[in-house]
């Protein structure tokens, strides 16, 4: 192989590297910014107004195909945790609404009740479940964040614009 082409070859594998390497730390930057910018609570993200390119390119990015979140291996976190549905209220269990067809979404929340008479005590027949649906969370997306003493704090967030 000729000296020329062996040279020519060197630099585009150099510049290919030197892309990917750029890619990649783009990618953490900008995986950095969401991660700093979800974290933030009072205010949240929206009243924050650096925050809305980074966050607004996320949102914009979740909707293409191949899709991948962008992460900030500086902090120790990947993508974040997602929970839909917020705890019951205290007395009440969660329950699903769709047990029967092995579907199960943990969407309801459940309650036992005594419908006996007064001075009929607690025969098996007279236990009532009382379900209503589970309270969607306003913020269901979180990142766990791990201090430098080793305790872990979650910080809820949402993606709505």
């Known amino acids: 192989m000729n000296p020329a082409r062996l040279t020519a070859i060197a630099a585009a594998l150099s510049a290919a590297v030197w892309i990917s390497l750029e890619d990649q730390a783009e990618a953490s930057e900008w995986g950095c910014e969401v991660l700093l910018c979800a974290s933030s609570s009072n205010p949240s993200w929206r009243g924050v107004a650096a925050c809305h390119p980074p966050m607004n390119r996320l949102i914009s990015a979740m909707g293409k195909w191949g899709f991948s979140w962008p992460t900030c291996p500086e902090a ?19 329950g699903s609404s769709n047990q029967e067809h092995g579907g199960s979404q943990d969407d309801l929340c459940v309650q036992v009740r005594n419908s006996c008479p007064s001075g009929f005590g607690g025969r098996d027949g007279c236990q009532q479940n009382v379900t209503k649906p589970r309270p969607m969370r306003d913020d269901p997306y979180y990142f766990d964040i791990r201090s430098d003493d080793g305790n872990v704090t979650r910080h809820w967030f949402n993606l709505n614009r």
């Open 76 to 94: 120790g976190t990947g993508r974040p945790g997602y929970e839909a549905y917020d705890e019951c209220p205290a007395g009440w269990s969660v």
